[in-house]
Structures are given as structure tokens and as C-alpha cells.
């Protein structure tokens, strides 16, 4: 059983950056697939970006450029880092863990089983 924790959401104005941060508790670490979506009020969650257990990545086209997805095998933690801001990235972000999925399937949700509690990012 996977349980995640996030952490590093704040408020921060257009242009800066924020860490975030999700914590895995389990002992699959090794094999998941993980991901970061992200849900604006009054619209529907969407992957924002996501790592396979081989370490490729994909990101949404929104966040190219700007974003980083990244983990720490050793402390089993999962990252984003977020640059250069806009106030349309204001959004609760979510960390999400699954297991043995085709990179092209990264940012899709029902491919993930286990969900975090989100963390509030906003822009201003």
C-alpha cells in the first residue's frame, strides 16, 4: 500500500518559483510511475507532469520549459520544480503513484491508484 504526503505549496507572485515536495511511504518505490496533476477551481484535474520507474519524463505542453519533475530513490521522495509562474498555475497539485505504465499513459489519471491529499499553489 502506497500512501503520499505533500508539501511546498504557498503563494508566491507571477514570475517566481516553488518546490514542491511528496513524501512515499511503502515499500514499492522502485517500481512506481509517478506523476503531479493539478486541479483549478471549476475545472478538471490534469496531469501536469510524470516519471516512469526508468526515469523519463513527460510534462504537459502548458509547463514545458518551466517545470521539473524529479525523485530521490534513496529518500523515496517525489519533486517539482516549478519556474517562472503564471496565475494560470494556480491550482491545488496532487502527487499520484501507479504502477508499470507506457510513458504515453504518464499524465493520464486513471492509470494512477494511489493520490495524495494536494497541496495549494497560488499565483498572484
Known amino acids: 500500500h502506497v500512501q503520499l504526503v505533500e508539501s511546498g505549496g504557498g503563494s508566491v507572485q507571477a514570475g517566481g518559483s516553488l518546490t514542491l515536495s511528496c513524501k512515499v511511504s511503502?515499500?514499492?518505490?522502485?517500481?512506481?510511475?509517478m506523476a503531479w496533476f493539478r486541479q483549478a477551481p471549476g475545472k478538471e484535474r490534469e496531469g501536469v507532469a510524470g516519471i516512469d520507474r526508468d526515469g523519463v519524463t513527460k510534462y504537459a505542453d502548458s509547463v514545458k520549459g518551466r517545470f521539473t519533475i524529479s525523485q530521490d530513490n534513496a529518500l523515496k521522495i517525489l519533486y517539482l520544480q516549478l519556474n517562472s509562474l503564471k496565475p494560470e498555475d494556480t491550482a491545488r497539485y496532487y502527487c499520484?503513484?501507479?504502477?508499470?505504465?507506457?510513458?504515453?499513459?504518464?499524465?493520464?489519471?486513471?492509470?494512477?491508484?494511489?493520490w495524495g491529499q494536494g497541496t495549494q499553489v497560488t499565483v498572484s
Open positions: 511503502g515499500d514499492d518505490f522502485g517500481r512506481l510511475s
Open positions: 499520484a503513484a501507479g504502477f508499470a505504465m507506457l510513458v504515453r499513459w504518464l499524465l493520464v489519471e486513471n492509470e494512477y491508484t494511489s
